[in-house]
């Protein structure tokens, strides 16, 4: 390092700060690199000396407007080589590459090789020259291909190809020079591609671009002269261990490039490393990683050159990191006293979460897309293609994974979820049935993929680049990205680890709104359990008639005509919703549990196809046809809109007499033998206050003859499913009768924009390229429609009925920027997925902190 005198704040060269403890530097004027170095500046590590230019000062560069280079030439002191490196707001959004030893010329090659040995000079010298030659007279790269010497040789064949392309000597004055490079990476910036590109990234459009002049640490010399990076975490698992790359007489990050033979940091078996070769240099080199470590309360990446055995930081990044490594990096530094816990949790993406919870396509993979839709649930899954429930029962038998792929699921569909690794479906959006069910059994889900052509009785598959799959064929879902990829890419694995239990038990003690879980069978209570839900906030009753053994009751209930044929259906149904509730209570442990009365749209459950409607005849020992026409004149025009949930009660109000009767009774039978049940009832699509006045009345009357006939008594909360604009509107008349409200945004949403929940994947994604939809309202809730008519109907529920619990239940009640939203209007819990349950955990810490 040279010993010119420190610039003093406002003299002299104001475009360009020396960066010193205490000069002003700052991340949004000089870029995240500039601040990082003054950091470690302040830690007294070993920086070569640095000067930071500002936005306005490259900006102005870049207009031609340059700063006064020779008084910055002067900071450094005569014969210095220099550096120079961008430095923007956020490393991810690029920049021009770093342009190194300027200041090489003939009379400093001389000189410098009186010290570090001519060849070494020389290939310093070489360097620059390509590297002048490419970035900045942008010459042709190939220009340079036929020179294979570094040294001496190869710098008189550079210099000839230079000046014969150029037509004009190499430049020889470092105040032109550092002038040239500082213009060239200026305007490189301002180009169009490059800010198109970091725009991609997130950059705002006036994203500015700071530059840093280093003086060179050379890694070409004379000694242990070498570069590389060292940082002390894994960045894939987040677990403590030196990792990084050195290469000697190298400079930049060569040693990182493919195939450098470049050293192990550590002892390594599979070759030589640093700690054998040079163990000073690496001792002190982890001195300063720890330094850095505790000092900037972060995992960082040092970029480090060694001159003759001395070791010099010339940079430190964040080190980038996998969302496994993330939570473990955050946690170790909360655990090691470094940032306090509630930090841990604010530096983890609640998104990044759910890659947590599910199988992934291992970063860095080559996709081979051949489809996209929504991406409906997370996680990702290979397997055969199947095209029907059946061929994928049979393939789980033959011990194979397949992927289910069908126009849309139905409830017949079901069997073949369970069996299938992976869903995907032509039709449909966030809340179609596929991926409703999806994302509750944790399945990976791509549903709406509109553009890839679904012959599902033929048996093929035409993907949107014209390639034809067919049954057999091997694809990957990742429902996380919404891709449809072929064959089968590496996958990373699911990572629940104890840095991932502990950052969550901290973000419990946090987070002021409850989380429950939206399960509908044992297993997604005891995945609920498992992620900590604080209960069930909503069991959607018919549900539990997915599986084919339920199926037949289920529809002989809705077909029954007359009165007899009902109540025998009913009485077949009452002990299955028994065994179900009982289990759902045993497994909550006391905890509460939501359930929904049925709310069945009548499509979803009436065969379709000829197998289904025989299997239906045989049961209700009826000819086919009486069956079909029976199913015809049950045709809705619009079922979404037509005999379902509270309306079904309201009109055949035997069949919520019997699920009442089967809670209470399960009631008790839970609570002989455990904590005390008070179950919670819900009435869906709600949207008159008579509604709930009536069924109110019926369910009363059930619980006391229920009481009577056991000789035991116990509670239950009556509760509204809020999700018709009326019912928003008319909240606090509704409000008296019950003891919760819950939003039931899946439908809201679909009635407030007239946008039916199942046909939006066709055409969401042009709606929400073209901008007309900032995203799909299904996935993340619309604050400002739906959102008033939450914020509504909150109001005048709470006004009219102070102490009423609130709630969301649809799915955004798993969306991070949602649970913001339901917290600021005062709701007391949200309700999801049962694998979107950590991820609304620890959003609602962060809200809290
Ligand atoms: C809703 O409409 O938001 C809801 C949770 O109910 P479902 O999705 O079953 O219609
Ligand atoms: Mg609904």
Not at 72 to 88: E, H, K, N, Q, W
Not at 392 to 411: D, N, Y
Not at 687 to 716: H, P, T
Not at 774 to 792: N, S
Request: net charge negative; with cysteine.
């Amino acid at each position: 390092m040279n010993d010119a005198a420190p610039q003093k704040p406002g003299e002299a060269n104001p475009h360009v700060t020396l960066i010193t403890p205490s000069a002003p530097i700052a991340t949004p004027t000089h870029g995240g690199r500039a601040k990082c170095l003054q950091r470690l500046v302040r830690l007294d590590l070993p920086v070569p000396r640095t000067v930071a230019l500002s936005f306005g000062t490259v900006h102005r560069i870049a207009s031609g407007e340059l700063p006064d280079i020779r008084a910055m030439l002067d900071i450094f002191g005569a014969g210095a080589l220099l550096c120079v490196r961008p430095s923007s707001e956020d490393p991810d959004w690029g920049g021009p590459g770093a342009i190194l030893n300027i200041g090489m010329n003939d009379a400093s090659c001389a000189l410098l090789a009186e010290r570090i040995g001519a060849e070494a000079a020389a290939c310093l010298y070489l360097r620059f020259v390509q590297a002048y030659a490419i970035h900045v007279e942008r010459l042709d790269a190939d220009l340079f291909d036929e020179i294979e010497d570094p040294g001496e040789e190869g710098l008189a064949a550079a210099m000839a190809a230079y000046e014969e392309e150029a037509e004009a000597p190499f430049p020889q004055d470092p105040a032109h020079q550092l002038a040239q490079v500082l213009r060239s990476m200026a305007r490189a910036w301002e180009g169009t591609t490059a800010r198109l590109l970091r725009q991609a990234k997130g950059a705002p459009m006036d994203a500015g671009l700071g530059l840093v002049v280093q003086e060179m640490a050379l890694g070409i010399g004379r000694g242990e002269c070498g570069s590389g990076v060292l940082q002390l975490a894994d960045s894939d698992t987040g677990l403590r261990q030196i990792t990084g790359r050195y290469l000697s007489q190298s400079q930049g990050r060569e040693a990182l490039e493919q195939g450098s033979p470049a050293l192990f940091l550590t002892c390594d078996p599979r070759g030589p490393s640093l700690e054998e070769t040079a163990p000073e240099a690496f001792k002190a080199l982890c001195g300063f990683a720890e330094t850095m470590r505790n000092r900037l309360r972060e995992e960082m990446q040092i970029e480090f050159t060694i001159e003759n055995g001395a070791v010099h930081i010339l940079d430190g990044v964040r080190v980038r990191r996998s969302a496994r490594a993330a939570v473990r990096i955050a946690v170790r530094l909360a655990e090691d006293g470094i940032i306090p816990p509630q930090e841990a949790i604010l530096r983890i993406d609640p998104h990044a979460i759910t890659e947590l919870l599910h199988r992934q396509v291992a970063p860095g993979t080559r996709r081979d897309v051949i489809g996209r839709g929504v991406a409906a649930s997370p996680g990702a899954a290979t397997g055969k293609i199947v095209f029907s429930a059946a061929e994928a029962q049979a393939s789980a038998a033959r011990g194979e994974a397949c992927i289910l792929v069908r126009r849309e699921t139905s409830p017949e569909d079901v069997r073949g979820m369970h069996a299938a690794s992976a869903v995907l479906t032509e039709r449909g959006g966030m809340t179609s049935h596929a991926a409703v069910i999806g994302r509750g059994m944790g399945l990976p889900c791509v549903v709406g993929a509109a553009r890839m052509k679904f012959h599902v009785t033929r048996k093929f598959l035409v993907a949107e680049d014209g390639r034809t799959l067919r049954e057999g064929d091997v694809i990957t879902i990742d429902g996380s990205s919404g891709q449809v990829l072929a064959g089968a890419p590496a996958m990373v694995e699911a990572a629940l680890d104890d840095a991932f239990q502990t950052l969550m038990g901290w973000a419990d003690t946090w987070r002021d709104i409850g989380v429950r879980a939206n399960a509908d069978t044992p297993d997604d209570a005891a995945t609920a359990r498992n992620f900590a839900a604080q209960g069930i906030g909503l069991c959607r009753t018919e549900h539990m008639f997915f599986e084919a053994d339920r199926l037949t009751p289920m529809r002989e209930m809705i077909f029954a005509d007359a009165p007899e044929d009902r109540k025998a259906a009913l009485a077949r149904i009452l002990p299955m919703q028994r065994a179900d509730f009982t289990e759902l209570f045993r497994i909550m442990e006391g905890m509460p549990v939501c359930i929904r009365l049925f709310d069945p749209p009548l499509h979803e459950f009436l065969p379709t196809d000829r197998a289904g409607l025989r299997d239906l005849a045989e049961a209700l020992d009826l000819p086919v046809s009486d069956v079909t026409r029976r199913v015809e004149s049950m045709g809705e025009y619009n079922p979404m809109l037509g005999l379902r949930g509270v309306r079904l009660g309201i009109t055949v109000p035997e069949i919520y007499d019997m699920q009442a009767r089967a809670i209470f009774e399960a009631t008790l039978d839970a609570s002989r033998d455990g904590a005390p049940v008070v179950p919670e009832i819900m009435l869906p699509l709600v949207s008159a206050k008579r509604e709930v006045e009536l069924l109110r009345a019926r369910i009363d009357a059930v619980a006391a003859a229920v009481k009577a006939e056991r000789g035991r008594g116990f509670d239950y909360r009556l509760g509204v499913m809020v999700e018709t604009p009326r019912a928003c509107l008319r909240a606090d008349e509704i409000a008296p009768y019950t003891q919760f409200l819950s939003f039931g945004t899946n439908d809201l949403t679909q009635m407030t924009y007239g946008l039916s929940r199942d046909d939006a994947g066709r055409f969401m994604s042009d709606y929400v390229s073209q901008g007309v939809f900032r995203e799909d309202p299904f996935h993340l809730l619309d604050i400002e429609g739906v959102g008033e008519l939450l914020a509504i109907g909150a109001e005048r529920a709470r006004q009219a009925c102070p102490g009423l619990t609130l709630s969301i239940c649809g799915e955004h009640g798993g969306n991070p920027e949602s649970i913001a939203f339901c917290r600021a209007i005062g709701m007391d819990y949200v309700s999801c997925s049962p694998f979107r349950v950590p991820v609304a955990r620890l959003a609602a810490a962060q809200l809290a902190i």
